[in-house]
């Protein structure tokens, strides 16, 4: 089983920045992807960024830009740094792996989610 927890969520004024970080534990024997989706009040949950195991990086359109993805393969940790924040950012933020754990195959997991809440 692999546990992800996020942390970095927060209320913050437009134009200000954050860092989430997401840290996988566990029983992994590797990560393939680590990424963060994000869902906004009755919206779906859609994705916002994706980082590879050889650190090739994948962005939402609304995330190109103000959004930074990076991974610590070391520590199994990813990185998502927000610039710019705008009201429109304000959602809850999932971290997403795809990892192998001993004994089992590539599957897919989420972490709790951190509140982002930007003020205008």
């Known amino acids: 089983q692999v546990r992800l927890v996020e942390s970095g969520g927060g209320l913050v004024q437009a134009g200000e920045s954050l860092r989430l970080s997401c840290a996988a534990s566990?029983?992994?024997?590797?990560?393939?992807?680590m990424g963060w989706y994000r869902q906004a009040p009755g919206r779906q949950r859609e994705l916002v960024a994706a980082v590879g195991s050889g650190g090739s990086t994948n962005y939402s359109d609304s995330a190109k830009g103000r959004f930074t993805i990076s991974r610590d393969g070391a520590k199994n940790t990813a990185y998502l740094q927000i610039n710019s924040l705008k009201f429109d950012d304000t959602a809850v933020y999932y971290c997403?792996?795809?990892?192998?754990?001993?004994?089992?195959?590539?599957?897919?997991?989420w972490g709790q989610g951190t509140q982002i809440t930007v003020l205008s």
């Open positions: 566990g029983s992994i024997f590797s990560i393939n992807t």
């Open positions: 997403y792996a795809r990892a192998r754990t001993v004994g089992l195959g590539f599957r897919d997991y």
